[in-house]
């Protein structure tokens, strides 16, 4: 069975910097896009940023020039570096990772969330 487990949400001033880490575990045979939305209380899972297999990063643009995307192809692991925090990206982030698990086929699969706040 497939999952992803966050980590690294917290309570932080404005101005300052989170990183967030997803992990995958289970039996796949392969990870294609990975990445990170966020929600609010009320509100539609926006996209903040993705990354595809061949390293093609996608930002939402609230979020360009301070939060960087990246991915240990090795580890199957996906990190979200968020800096220069401001109050409005205070959020539920939520991990996801399109897999092709073994006796399966492709499938969008989702972490727990974790909350971030940010103080001003």
């Known amino acids: 069975q497939v999952q992803l487990v966050e980590s690294g949400g917290g309570l932080v001033q404005a101005g300052g910097s989170l990183r967030l880490s997803c992990a995958v575990s289970g039996t796949f045979f392969s990870i294609e896009d990975m990445g990170w939305y966020r929600q609010v209380p009320g509100k539609q899972r926006e996209l903040v940023a993705a990354i595809t297999r061949g390293s093609i990063t996608n930002y939402a643009h609230s979020v360009k020039g301070r939060f960087t995307i990246s991915r240990d192809y090795a580890k199957n692991l996906v990190y979200l570096q968020m800096n220069s925090l401001k109050p409005e990206d205070k959020a539920v982030y939520y991990c996801?990772?399109?897999?092709?698990?073994?006796?399966?086929?492709?499938?969008?699969?989702w972490g727990q969330g974790t909350q971030v706040t940010v103080s001003s």
């Open positions: 996801y990772a399109r897999i092709l698990p073994v006796g399966s086929s492709w499938s969008d699969y």
